[in-house]
């Protein structure tokens, strides 16, 4: 396999990992991801990341800032 495939490859297993990381923490402030990012919103966001816990790192502070404003929207209405 040449090595352009080969990073294609990778990157579409790299979004799948995202998309299933998003999936199980949903109810965290991941709904959005799973709900109204394209892959390359993810890619935007991600950069150079080659692996799942490098782009973790770089997309779980604008989750955590969703799940908070959201929380403190909830907060505010009940």
């Known amino acids: 396999?040449?090595?352009?495939t080969q990073a294609v490859l990778e990157q579409?297993?790299?979004?799948?990992?995202?998309r299933k990381y998003a999936r199980e923490h949903y109810e965290k402030g991941w709904d959005v991801l799973?709900?109204?990012w394209?892959?390359?919103?993810?890619?935007?966001?991600?950069?150079n990341a080659r692996t799942l816990d490098g782009a973790l790192k770089k997309l779980r502070?604008?989750?955590?800032?969703?799940?908070?404003?959201?929380?403190?929207?909830?907060s505010?209405?009940?």
């Open 38 to 47: 394209e892959d390359t919103d993810i890619q935007e966001h991600i950069g």
């Open 76 to 78: 505010e209405v009940f």
């Open 12 to 18: 579409q297993l790299l979004l799948q990992a995202i």
């Open 34 to 36: 799973v709900e109204c």
């Open 1 to 4: 396999m040449d090595p352009l």
């Open 61 to 74: 502070p604008i989750f955590k800032l969703h799940k908070e404003r959201y929380d403190e929207v909830l």
